[in-house]
């Protein structure tokens, strides 16, 4: 790979770290905020909903024809392949046990045109998947097989 340049390349997700799909930030400055619902930016200081929502970042394996990577997925590309938001996905596995260890299991083997790139940031230290595409034609995101999975109607 070459240093500091995006690139482009098939791959097939070998892997999903679904201990932790998203994370909670203000609302307006999208600052990281603990994961205690109570807790509120110090800096907006916001009195209206919302005041916060979640934002994917998803850790996955990926494998091209040459070798395999870490990735990092932030909210934009995570949402390709969630078909949602990252709250609305947390408020699923609220209700639905194993939702997110269905969602990996779901994703794993899929293939995609990925576009990665080396942070920008020094201490940042996982590859980032920029943009993907899905590759299968009956790719659908994972919330979508999950709600059949689990008998929800969407809404
Ligand atoms: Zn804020």
Not at 88 to 93: K, M, N, R, S, V
């Amino acid at each position: 790979m070459e240093a500091n340049k995006p690139t482009t390349m098939m791959c097939t997700v070998v892997g999903v770290d679904h201990t932790c799909f998203s994370y909670r930030a203000c609302s307006v400055c999208e600052r990281t905020l603990p994961d205690d619902p109570s807790s509120l930016c110090r800096f907006c200081n916001l009195t209206a909903f919302p005041r916060t929502k979640r934002f994917f970042r998803i850790l996955m394996s990926i494998a091209s024809d040459t070798n395999v990577f870490t990735v990092i997925c932030f909210d934009r590309v995570a949402k390709v392949l969630f078909g949602c938001s990252a709250d609305e996905f947390f408020d699923f596995a609220k209700f639905h046990p194993f939702a997110a260890a269905n969602a990996s299991r779901i994703l794993e083997g899929e293939m995609f045109k990925m576009t990665i790139s080396k942070p920008k940031n020094g201490n940042a230290q996982h590859l980032r998947a920029v943009q993907v595409t899905p590759l299968r034609t009956g790719f659908q995101p994972a919330i979508v097989t999950l709600r059949e999975l689990y008998g929800v109607r969407s809404s």
